[in-house]
């Protein structure tokens, strides 16, 4: 089967705390028209993108006991990540890990590792 825009990421899973980024587009120029050469952006420490998956958050560790009434199979319980799929997110890059996905850039990022994040909505 072949992804369309529509589902092209329902088949990803992100795991725990980390979430996937489309890095946003750098500015070409200067605030004085300068022309940047390309990757000049790329070798910044600071990087911003937009959210578009996250993963479930961080597990929660459940207690060994040992009790004849529990079910064997209990749920995994995660503690929810802030950021949210839209979100615009500034990020380290000595955090992130660059991927390709369908020849488009792509970061994998942990939580820990973002800075801030702009939301369209009221908090």
Known sequence: MRLTTDNRFKKLIVIGDRVLIRPAKPNERTET????????????????????????????????????WKSSEEQVKYVPLQAREGDLAIFL???????????????????????????????
């Open 93 to 123: 890059l000595s955090g992130a890990t660059e991927v390709l996905y369908e020849n488009d850039k792509y970061y994998i990022v942990p939580q820990s590792a973002i800075l801030m994040l702009e939301r369209e909505e009221d908090i």
């Open 33 to 68: 028209g300068l022309y940047l050469p390309p990757g000049v952006g790329e070798r910044e420490k600071v990087q911003q993108g937009y959210i578009i998956k996250t993963g479930p958050g961080y597990a929660i560790p459940l207690p060994v006991e040992e009790e004849s």
